[in-house]
């Protein structure tokens, strides 16, 4: 499955961004699909989850209560809703592919759309 993601951009901290990814290729609903990120020098983080039709989504603690993962299987798309977000949340974030039944290893990445969040 081919992923590409979008809506990163400059932000002031308290505000709030959409990132979408679309998926094509395969059969989108076969997949969890998960957000990520990463910053130079780091390892990438899982931030959430969501189950193939949407009914279950796990998150990072960093992330609970201002993020929020949602997917349109009509579309093809999963989205991330950064709400009251931080200057620590500056990344390049990613979406990916999950084979279920896992959660958090990611089969297919999407290339990382850049946020970041100034003071």
């Known amino acids: 499955v081919q992923l590409q993601a979008s809506g990163g951009g400059l932000v002031q901290a308290g505000g709030s961004l959409r990132l979408s990814c679309a998926a094509s290729g395969r059969t989108f609903s076969n997949y969890n699909m998960g957000w990520f990120r990463q910053t130079p020098g780091k390892e990438r983080e899982f931030l959430a989850s969501i189950s193939r039709i949407g009914g279950i989504t796990n998150y990072a603690t960093s992330v609970k209560g201002r993020f929020t993962i949602s997917r349109d299987n009509a579309k093809n798309t999963v989205y991330l809703q950064m709400n009251s977000l931080k200057p620590e949340d500056t990344a390049s974030y990613y979406c990916?592919?999950?084979?279920?039944?896992?959660?958090?290893?990611?089969?297919?990445w999407g290339q990382g759309t850049q946020v970041t969040v100034s003071s």
């Open positions: 990916a592919a999950i084979i279920p039944p896992s959660w958090t290893k990611g089969e297919y």
